[in-house]
């Protein structure tokens, strides 16, 4: 049971131009969602979080937003790097601070000089 | 490097043997996380401990896998009698001690060990 779904399985994207990944779930006890980074033969690694009370938040170049009402939520990278190609995984959990996450099966993104 | 180190990093092992994979936390970290992703699909929770103790282990299989973290060492995922479906990355993650909801909910990840069962 998928309660986590990350239905574009790649992205590909020029340099400089925006990166929209997506993320739709379907447990609506989530109110606390993540996402991750991965690069090959490493470790997924944290990269933003947002709670259920906010609809929006934004490190650097990297925006999440959140529409609690559809269960859908997009991380935005912009601009695109080369260094920002990877896999990147949407996980959600009930409570921040809870340690069993549901996570997506992740988008490769990959990011053309 | 003071990351979540798993070794090995790949296993190879023919169906009914015994895979033993290990992860040391990083280095101030008491709490241990063992997550499986299966092809194609996304990491899932599987065990929660602490030193010498198993604090939630709902998404454990319940026969074949084992885990513990004991006093002194690395926490070590077991699996008996290995089958074709066990082939999975297995992804140790490591945490500071959680307190309320002032903790991210990071979790620090290892690279992972890759078990192929022939």
């Known amino acids: 049971d998928q309660q986590v779904k990350q239905n574009s399985p790649s992205l590909s994207v020029q340099e400089g131009r925006i990166s929209i990944l997506n993320c739709d779930y379907t447990?609506?006890?989530?109110?606390?969602f993540l996402w991750y980074k991965k690069y090959p033969a490493e470790g997924p690694t944290f990269l933003i979080s947002?709670?259920?009370?906010?609809d929006k938040n934004e490190d650097g170049r990297f925006t999440v937003f959140l529409n609690k009402s559809a269960k859908h939520l997009s991380l935005h990278i912009v601009p695109s790097q080369p260094g920002d190609s990877a896999v990147y995984f949407c996980a959600a959990t009930p409570t921040p601070g809870d340690y069993k996450l549901s996570f997506g099966a992740g988008t490769t993104v990959t990011v053309r000089a | 490097n003071a990351g979540v180190m798993q070794n090995p990093r790949h296993l190879v092992r023919r169906r009914g043997q015994e895979a033993r994979l290990r992860c040391s936390p990083m280095k101030g970290h008491s709490h241990v996380y063992w997550y499986r992703q299966l092809p194609e699909e996304g990491l899932k929770f599987m065990v929660y401990l602490q030193k010498e103790n198993i604090i939630d282990e709902s998404g454990m299989p319940k026969e074949r896998f084992s885990a513990e973290f004991p006093k002194e060492g690395p926490s070590i995922l077991r699996i008996q009698q290995v089958v074709r479906g066990d082939s999975a990355a297995y992804f140790c993650?490591?945490?500071?001690?959680?307190?309320?909801?002032?903790?991210?909910?990071?979790?620090?990840f290892g690279e992972g060990s890759r078990l192929t069962v022939l």
């Open positions: 947002i709670s259920s009370i906010k």
């Open positions: 447990n609506s006890m989530f109110d606390y």
């Open positions: 993650a490591s945490s500071p001690p959680r307190i309320g909801t002032t903790n991210t909910g990071e979790l620090f």
